[in-house]
């Protein structure tokens, strides 16, 4: 059991865990090693264990962890322990993607809405869900007690139905619109813009195509 909060930062690797831990369980694998699970992850053995003491697991000296149960807590500690309704607000060419996109059904997620606002694809299927219109989003959020929304749709329509979702009742907002929303206290919304990963990835590949060529030693 943990004494206070999770920091942000371990927060962020928890998922990073669980899907190292997933993995090796459709392996087959039954225990692993800090120093396996960190390799998998991506970070030090140290890290990880570290991240993992927060929440009170610490595995067996010179065994390592259950991957069952290490998965079955970090589940616990993310909210996963069942499938959390997710309202899927935009159903342009990004919105569709992400509706197809098997990895939030593997990962406790389920898509129990799409909505939009154009005639053209209100009533469409898609992914197996028929699209319904935003004029409903109220009602939905209610038929679903769904408190978690992910955004994909114009700039300029997005803080009016950030607003309307808050209203609503939801509390946890995935955003692809590039652009700042204002959410109030008690509710956490977080930013995917890939066209700004892609600028920091140019950026660090030109530090790389600029670096001078190493002199050879005389």
Do not use: C
Not at 61 to 85: N, Q
Not at 90 to 101: E, K
Not at 144 to 169: K, N, T, Y
């Amino acid at each position: 059991m943990r004494d206070g909060p999770i920091p942000a930062a371990t927060v962020a690797r928890l998922p990073v865990y669980l899907q190292a831990l997933l993995e090796a369980a459709e392996a087959g694998v039954d225990v692993v090693a800090s120093d396996d699970l960190a390799r998998a992850a991506g970070y030090n053995a140290a890290k990880v264990r570290k991240d993992l003491s927060y929440l009170g697991t610490h595995g067996t000296r010179g065994v390592g962890y259950d991957v069952e149960g290490l998965a079955r807590e970090l589940s616990l500690a993310l909210g996963l322990v069942e499938d959390r309704p997710v309202v899927l607000v935009g159903v342009g060419n990004l919105g569709r993607a992400l509706a197809s996109y098997d990895g939030f059904r593997r990962r406790g997620f389920r898509l129990a809405a799409l909505l939009d606002a154009a005639p053209t694809v209100i009533g469409q299927e898609v992914a197996g869900s028929r699209v319904r219109s935003v004029a409903e989003l109220e009602e939905v959020v209610a038929e679903h007690a769904s408190s978690l929304a992910v955004l994909a749709i114009p700039a300029a329509q997005a803080q009016p139905m950030v607003d309307r979702l808050v209203a609503a009742g939801v509390r946890a907002i995935l955003s692809f619109v590039p652009t700042h929303l204002s959410v109030p206290d008690g509710v956490t919304l977080r930013r995917v813009d890939l066209a700004t990963e892609l600028q920091i990835l140019s950026f660090y590949e030109q530090l790389v195509v600029d670096a001078p060529a190493p002199t050879a030693p005389f």
